[in-house]
């Protein structure tokens, strides 16, 4: 199977397709990855595990 630009945006897609389909309650929430999980102080770095939520939300409100 060659490597071409179509196999490149069909893996990009549907890996956006899996980011925009994790609901937040019924899957997040049960590995502790709820919107109330990632609250920090101010003027601190946000960790990984903030950004990728901040992501998912992003990709799942353009994808609505």
Same mark, same amino acid.
């Given at each position: 199977m +060659?490597?071409?630009l179509y196999s490149?945006?069909?893996a990009a897609l549907l890996c956006v397709? +899996?980011? +925009?389909v994790l609901h937040e309650e019924r899957f997040?929430?049960?590995i502790?990855?709820?919107t109330d999980q990632g609250i920090g102080g101010f003027g601190e770095e946000p960790g990984i595990k903030s950004q990728l939520m901040n992501l998912i939300?992003?990709?799942r409100t353009v994808m609505r």
């Open positions: +060659a490597f071409t490149l945006l069909q397709n +899996a980011i +925009a997040l929430k049960n502790g990855w709820g939300r992003s990709v």
